[in-house]
C-alpha cells in the first residue's frame, strides 16, 4: 500500500508504450495543425480576411467569452454544454499538468509538483470533471435523439458523442486498475476509480490479470486520445477553433449594421449571387456554425411558417464551402441559387433575432442582404407588392405614393415650427414616413408635439423631410438607399441644431448609424423613449397621472435588440401605468411583428395552419392578462393593429405608443 499521495507517472507501461505515446502524440499535434492550416486555407479562397485592430482588447474580449459562456448559458442545454465544456477543459488541464509533472519536474528537476495535498485536489477535480462529462453527454443525448427533437443527429453526433464518453470510461478504468493493483490509502480521493476498482477486485480479478489488462486498456485509452486530437478538424469537434476564430475576427460596429457600397456608381456588380463572392469573414462564419439550432428557435419568419430555417440555410452554405475540398477534376459545384431559394432570402425579416442568439456570432441578416441585393438591382427581382412601394419611395418620397405637399397634414391644428436656415434649434424632429402619412401613426407625431411643448424644448421639423430609404436597402435597393440619404444628408445641411429626435426605430437605427458611413452627416441621434425619459428624470415634464392600470410592452427590434435601448422605455411607462408586465420573449429577446426587412410591403400569405407573426406576437402579449399594449414603433402599431383587427377575442386591446400613453397623462392647460 502506498501511504503518500504522488503521481505515478507510467506506471505499468512498458517501454515501447512510453516511447510511443510521445511518438503518436507529436504525429497527432501535427495532423491537428495540418488540419486547421488547410481549413484557413479554405477560408482564404476568396480572399485574405480584413486586418483587426486593437488585437488585446479582441484577444481577452474573446478568453471572456468562451470560459463565461454568458450567452451559451441563456438556456438550460446551453448551461448544460457549458458544465461539459468546463469539464473537457479541466481534463484537457489534467493531461497537460501530468505531461508538466513527469516531463518537467520529474525529469528535467527530479521533483514532482502533482503530490501531496496538491495531487489529492488534482484527482478529486478530475474524477468530478470525467463525471460531468459524461452526466452532460448522455442528457444532451437524450435531447438530440428523443422522439420530435429537430436537432441533427446523424452520425457525426454519434461519433462526437461515443468518442468522447470513451475516452473518459477508459480513463477512469486505467485509473482504477492501477488503484486495484496499489491499493493507496488516498484512493477515496478518486471516488469513481476507486469504486471501480472494488468492482473488479470484487469479481475476483488478480493483480497479474489486472497488469496486463492495464496495459491494454492504457494503450486504448491512449490511441483514442491521440486520435481525437488528430481527428478535430475533421470531426464536430472542429468548433473548437472555428466558432473561436470567427468570433476574434467580427467586426466592431453595432449589430445588424449593413455595410454600404462604395462608389455605387462604379460597380458593376451589385451583393452576391455566386459562391466565390462570399468574403473570408463569410466563409469563416459557414464554418463556425455548432448547428446548435438556437437560430431557429427564436426566428420568426420560421415560426410564422415561412420556408426560412435560419440554420439549414448557414449548414447548407458550410456543406458548399467543404465541397471545395473534394472537388474532382471535371466535377462542377452547385450555384448559389441552388443552395439559398429566392423564397428564404424574401422571408428574412431582418429583426437580427437570429444573430443575437447565435453562439458563433454568425450574422445571416446580413448576408441575407448581400444576397438581395444581387436580386434587387441586378434582377429587379421582388416579392409581390415591394415593386411597387420601391417607385413610390423613389418618386415622391415616401412608400404610400402620397403626395410629398401632404407630408405636414399631420400637424394641423398644432404649432409645429418648421427648421429655418440660420436659427438654432436644441432638437430636430425627425417624424418619419408613418407619422407623417399613415392616419393611425400620425398621433404618434402630434404626441410628441405635446411633449417637446411640455417640456419647454426648442425644436422644429424639416420640410424637405424624406423617406430615408431604410427598407429599400434591406430588401436590397441600394442605390435607391444611398439616393435617399444623399438626399436627406442635404437638407440636413441646411439649417442648425444639437440633436435629432426620432420616433420610430428604423429611422432610429438608420439615422445613428448607417447615416454616419456617408459624408457630411455627424449628428446625434436619440430616440424618443429615450429622449422622453431624459425629460422625465430632468424634472422637465409635469407631473403625470397614471391613467391606464395594467400594460404590457412589446419591445421593438430596432430599438431593444439592434440598439439595446430596453430600459428607458420602461422607466418612462413605470411613470405613467399601474403596473408594466413583461411577455416571456422581451427585451433584447423580444419577439418580432413581422414588419421588419421589407416585409411590411409585402403581399406574403402565411402557408396553411400557420399565422403570421404579427397574430403570433398578438397572442403572446395577451397571455400576460393586459389589454393595454404599448410600443415604441409606428410599424409594431400598425402590425398588431392588423393582428388585433382580425382577432374575434380582442375587441377591448388598446394598442398605443409610448408617446401616446405620457401625451394623454400630462395635464392639458
Known amino acids: 500500500m502506498t501511504d503518500f499521495p504522488i503521481r505515478p507517472g507510467f506506471w505499468n507501461v512498458p517501454l515501447w508504450g512510453e516511447i510511443g505515446v510521445y511518438v503518436l502524440g507529436i504525429a497527432a499535434v501535427v495532423l491537428l495543425i495540418s488540419g486547421v492550416l488547410r481549413n484557413r486555407r479554405l477560408w482564404l479562397r476568396s480572399d485574405k480576411p480584413a486586418p483587426k485592430t486593437n488585437i488585446t482588447a479582441r484577444s481577452l474580449s474573446l478568453i471572456k467569452t468562451i470560459f463565461l459562456q454568458k450567452k451559451i448559458r441563456e438556456t438550460g442545454a446551453g448551461r448544460m454544454h457549458t ?33 501531496g495535498t ?61 488503484l ?62 472555428r466558432t473561436p476564430t470567427n468570433l476574434f475576427r467580427l467586426d466592431e460596429k453595432p449589430a445588424g449594421k449593413i455595410k454600404k457600397i462604395e ?32 437560430c431557429n428557435d427564436v426566428c420568426p419568419a420560421l415560426r410564422a411558417g415561412t420556408p426560412l430555417k435560419p440554420r439549414e440555410v448557414i449548414v447548407k452554405l458550410r456543406d458548399r464551402l467543404h465541397a471545395e475540398e473534394k472537388l474532382a477534376n471535371g466535377d462542377t459545384l452547385p450555384e448559389l441559387a441552388g443552395i439559398v431559394t429566392r423564397d428564404e432570402l424574401w422571408s428574412c425579416t431582418t429583426c437580427g433575432a437570429c444573430a443575437r442568439a447565435c453562439p458563433a456570432g454568425i450574422s445571416l441578416p446580413e448576408m441575407i442582404v448581400n444576397m438581395r441585393r444581387h436580386l434587387a438591382i441586378e434582377q429587379g427581382e421582388f416579392p409581390d407588392g415591394v415593386a411597387m412601394t420601391l417607385e413610390n419611395v423613389a418618386s415622391v418620397g415616401n412608400p404610400w405614393g402620397l403626395d410629398p405637399y401632404e407630408r405636414m397634414d399631420w400637424a394641423e391644428g398644432l404649432e409645429v415650427p418648421v427648421a429655418e436656415a440660420g436659427v438654432e434649434y436644441d432638437l430636430l424632429y425627425w417624424v418619419g414616413c408613418a407619422a407623417s402619412y399613415d392616419r393611425r401613426a400620425r398621433k404618434i407625431a402630434r404626441a410628441m408635439v405635446k411633449i417637446l411643448h411640455a417640456a419647454g424644448v426648442n425644436f422644429a421639423v424639416m420640410a424637405e423631410e424624406r423617406c430615408h430609404g ?39 437605427n438608420t439615422l445613428k448609424n448607417e447615416y454616419p458611413d456617408f459624408e457630411g452627416f455627424g449628428y446625434t441621434v ?33 430599438l431593444a435588440r439592434i440598439n439595446g435601448v430596453t430600459e428607458a422605455p420602461r422607466h418612462v411607462l413605470k411613470a405613467a401605468v399601474g403596473e408594466l408586465v413583461q411577455p416571456i420573449e422581451c ?74 400613453i405620457v401625451a394623454d397623462a400630462l395635464p392639458n392647460d
Open 263 to 294: 462608389d455605387i456608381e462604379e460597380q458593376e456588380t451589385f451583393g452576391i449571387s455566386s459562391f466565390d463572392q462570399f468574403t473570408a469573414e463569410d466563409r469563416m462564419a459557414f464554418d463556425a456554425c455548432t448547428e446548435c439550432g438556437r
Open 470 to 508: 431604410e427598407f429599400a436597402r434591406r430588401m436590397g435597393e441600394e442605390y435607391l438607399y444611398q439616393t435617399a440619404a444623399a438626399e436627406n444628408i442635404e437638407n440636413f445641411a441646411q439649417y442648425s441644431f444639437k440633436r435629432i429626435l426620432t420616433a420610430c426605430p428604423h429611422c432610429f
Open 118 to 178: 496538491t495531487y489529492l485536489v488534482y484527482k478529486f477535480v478530475l474524477d468530478m470533471a470525467g463525471i460531468a462529462v459524461l452526466i452532460t453527454l448522455a442528457l444532451g443525448a437524450m435531447r438530440r435523439w428523443r422522439a420530435g427533437s429537430t436537432l441533427p443527429g446523424d452520425r457525426r453526433f454519434a461519433i462526437a458523442y461515443v468518442s468522447l464518453a470513451f475516452i473518459v470510461i477508459t480513463g477512469y478504468f486505467v485509473e482504477a486498475i492501477r
Open 180 to 241: 486495484a493493483v496499489t491499493m493507496p490509502a488516498w484512493a477515496v480521493y478518486s471516488p469513481v476509480g476507486n469504486a471501480l476498482a472494488k468492482g473488479l477486485l470484487a469479481i475476483g480479478m488478480t493483480e497479474p490479470g489486472l497488469l496486463s489488462l492495464h496495459t491494454w486498456i492504457w494503450v486504448i485509452h491512449g490511441l483514442a486520445a491521440l486520435t481525437f486530437i488528430a481527428a478535430i478538424p475533421l470531426t464536430y469537434y472542429a468548433h473548437l477553433y
Open 587 to 660: 427585451g433584447e429577446k423580444t419577439f418580432c411583428c413581422g414588419a421588419g426587412g421589407g416585409q411590411m410591403w409585402t403581399d406574403r400569405r402565411p402557408e396553411e395552419g400557420k399565422k403570421p407573426a404579427n397574430i403570433i406576437r398578438l397572442h403572446d402579449l395577451r397571455q400576460t392578462g393586459a389589454n393595454d399594449i404599448a410600443v415604441a414603433c409606428p410599424h409594431c402599431l400598425t402590425m398588431l393593429d392588423s393582428a388585433r383587427a382580425l382577432d374575434n377575442t380582442a375587441e377591448d386591446v388598446k394598442i398605443r405608443d409610448i408617446a401616446e
Open 526 to 558: 436619440v430616440s424618443h423613449t429615450e429622449f422622453i425619459d431624459e425629460m422625465m428624470k430632468a424634472g422637465r415634464l409635469p407631473t403625470i397621472e397614471r391613467t391606464l392600470d395594467k400594460v404590457v410592452y412589446h419591445d421593438p427590434c430596432y
Open 83 to 115: 458544465v461539459l465544456a468546463w469539464g473537457f477543459f479541466l481534463l484537457f488541464c489534467g493531461t497537460a499538468l501530468a505531461t508538466l509533472d513527469w516531463d518537467v519536474g520529474h525529469l528535467v528537476f527530479g521533483q514532482q509538483f502533482l503530490q
